[in-house]
C-alpha cells in the first residue's frame, strides 16, 4: 500500500513539474483532482503502455528504443483524451502532441530521479 502511495505521489510531482516547465500544459490546481490524474496515468502506464511497447516491439528495436519516447507521449495524450484534469490548450492536434512529446520527457526525467532517491 504505501508503494502504491509513493508512486502515485511521484507521479503527482512528475506531472506538476512538466505542467511548469511545458507551454500548452493545463493541470488542475486542486490536489484531489491532480491525485486522480496521477493515479489513471499510473493505471494507463500499468495496463495499456505494456501490451502497446508488445505490439510495437519491432519498431522499437528498429530505433533503439527511440520509439519509446512515442509511446510515452500516447500514453500522455490518452491519460488527457480522458478528461480527467489534464489537457493541452494548444491550437491544433501537432500542437498538442509537441507539448505531449516535451512533457512525457520531463515527466520520465522526474519519475527516474525521484525513484532513485526514494525508498522502495
Partial sequence: MIKILIKIGINMVALLVAAALVPNI???????????VAIVFGLVNAFVRPLVKLLTLPLTIATLG?????????????VSWLNVGLEFTGSGMVQNSIAAFLASIVITIVSTLLSWFLPD
Avoid: H, R, S
Wanted: aromatic share 12%.
Fill in 66 to 78: 527511440l520509439f519509446t519516447l512515442v509511446i510515452n507521449t500516447l500514453m500522455l495524450l490518452l
Fill in 26 to 36: 493545463y493541470l488542475t490546481d486542486q490536489w484531489v483532482q491532480l491525485a486522480i
